[in-house]
């Protein structure tokens, strides 16, 4: 293949046996995570978010408190206490079990990589020592960093495949991501930087590779495709339309997602009795967070 051509136009790299691998290696990354996992005394900053998930587990009640971060460890623990005893080992199940998932996302980059290069990373996933260590902490930091992770790997994958579905399911990961902890922002922020450096050099080998157009008819040849790709995407409708439609899908599920976490319970439960309740809810979950 040469270097002009877009990953969208390539086959897949990686094969079967590599996906097996990986699920291989999630099961590792599994028992990595759950041996001994509640062997160790709570930390105080576990501790300190504890004590707010016993009282929403025992009350039913919750509001969004920044001090503690994101929702998401909150509802799961709370959750998770109705079948299981409280412990410190099912305070920190959560964490262990999305993490333990992280290999698998490799298999979203497949387009890329090679069947070695994706069982190293699903390895580098798997057993890194800080991403171990933290992986076992009833806290969010891991959390944010892994739907994150997950976000760029199935952005990667919609741009690859050219499809929406992967889109929806990277505005679903990154809700979740902010629904952990609020530096998510800065994953977005390096996202974009990432994305505006590699469109730049794609704009220099443009404007100083042989046989290469320049960097104003690159852009030019750039947005002709993005118009070819929608007008094929929408089908009979117009383009705009099948445009607004699916922007309004990706804003759709990011919020609602962000209203799922945040809402207070249990108001939440009765938003849809009355358009003033929902408002209400709609609120305190996008607007006072």
Same mark, same amino acid.
């Given at each position: 293949m040469s270097r002009g051509d877009h990953p969208s136009s390539r086959g897949d790299r990686a094969g079967r046996r590599a996906l097996r691998a990986l699920v291989g290696l999630s099961v590792l990354s599994l028992a990595l995570r759950l041996a001994g996992l509640g062997s160790?005394?709570?930390?105080?900053?576990?501790?300190?978010?504890?004590?707010?998930?016993?009282?929403?587990?025992?009350?039913g009640q919750f509001h969004y408190r920044p001090?503690?971060?994101?929702?998401?460890?909150?509802?799961?623990?709370?959750?998770?206490?109705?079948?299981?005893?409280?412990?410190?080992?099912?305070?920190?199940?959560?964490?262990?079990?999305?993490?333990?998932? &992280?290999? !698998?996302?490799?298999?979203?980059?497949r387009r890329h990589l090679d069947d070695r290069e994706i069982v190293a990373l699903g390895l &580098? !996933?798997?057993?890194?020592? &800080?991403? !171990?260590?933290?992986?076992?902490?009833?806290?969010s930091d891991m959390l944010v960093g892994a739907f994150a992770f997950a976000a760029f790997a199935l952005l990667?994958?919609?741009?690859?495949?050219?499809? #929406?579905?992967?889109?929806?399911?990277?505005?679903?990961? #990154?809700?979740?991501?902010?629904?952990?902890?609020?530096?998510?922002?800065?994953?977005?922020?390096?996202?974009?930087?990432?994305?505006?450096?590699?469109?730049?050099h794609r704009l220099v080998r443009a404007a100083t590779g042989g046989g290469e157009p320049g960097a104003t008819a690159?852009?030019?040849?750039?947005?002709?495709?993005?118009?070819?790709? &929608?007008?094929?995407?929408?089908?009979?409708?117009?383009a705009v339309i099948w445009l607004g439609g699916a922007l309004a899908a990706l804003a759709g599920t990011f919020l609602a997602v962000t209203v799922l976490m945040?809402?207070?319970?249990?108001?939440?439960?009765?938003a849809l009795s009355g358009v003033g309740n929902l408002l209400d809810v709609l609120d305190a979950a996008l607007v006072e967070t």
């Open positions: 160790r005394v709570f930390h105080w900053d576990e501790g300190r978010v504890g004590y707010w998930i016993l009282r929403y587990h025992e009350t001090i503690i971060h994101g929702p998401f460890v909150q509802h799961a623990d709370a959750l998770l206490f109705h079948v299981v005893p409280v412990t410190d080992f099912w305070a920190r199940f959560p964490v262990a079990v999305v993490t333990a998932a &992280l290999p !698998l996302s490799a298999w979203l980059l &580098l !996933l798997t057993v890194q020592p &800080l991403l !171990l260590y933290y992986s076992r902490f009833m806290r990667v994958r919609a741009a690859d495949t050219r499809r #929406l579905g992967p889109a929806v399911a990277a505005s679903a990961a #990154l809700a979740l991501g902010f629904a952990s902890k609020e530096n998510a922002i800065l994953y977005v922020a390096c996202f974009g930087g990432a994305a505006a450096v590699c469109y730049d690159r852009v030019r040849a750039d947005f002709a495709a993005v118009r070819d790709w &929608l007008d094929r995407r929408s089908g009979a409708l117009p945040y809402a207070p319970r249990p108001e939440i439960w009765g």
